[in-house]
């Protein structure tokens, strides 16, 4: 018999516009323990953040309505937000990326270069989580 997880008691905002990647990365860090927040374009995703003070985003670049690095940079100018962990999830090439953020401290994920679990391993790693 399979026992649930503990709860982790650590809130993750995914804003993604792929609803099936979307689904698979909630699915996966919610049967982790996490408290999972879902948004499908980037207004939404900005909206949610402010709101509700997630302790990690999962963001990816390339969205509707606002995209990923506006989000991110509106995010910076918010007291709360210039410090919350990033991970910025896209189909843009390392150094593209790279290029985009600077020099911040946000991690970024190739998505064609990961597993869920490896992103699993990544939100735990950010958050001081074993």
């Not at 391993?121 to 735990?124: H, L």
């Given at each position: 018999m399979r026992y649930p997880k503990r709860a982790i008691e650590k809130t993750i905002l995914i804003i993604?516009?792929?609803a099936v990647l979307?689904?698979?990365l909630a699915k996966t860090l919610s049967t982790e323990g996490f408290i999972v927040h879902k948004a499908t374009d980037g207004e939404a995703g900005l909206e949610l953040?402010?709101?509700e003070h997630p302790d990690l985003i999962l963001l990816d670049i390339i969205m509707p309505k606002m995209d990923?690095?506006?989000?991110?940079?509106k995010l910076r100018t918010d007291q709360?937000?210039?410090n919350v962990p990033v991970i910025i999830l896209t189909n843009l090439?390392?150094?593209d990326t790279a290029k985009d953020i600077g020099n911040k401290s946000q991690e970024y994920l190739v998505k064609?270069?990961?597993k869920l679990t490896d992103v699993v391993?990544?939100?735990?790693k950010r958050l001081k989580i074993k």
């Open positions: 993604e516009d792929d979307l689904w698979a953040a402010v709101r990923g690095l506006t989000v991110l940079k709360w937000g210039k090439s390392a150094a064609a270069e990961w391993e990544k939100v735990k």
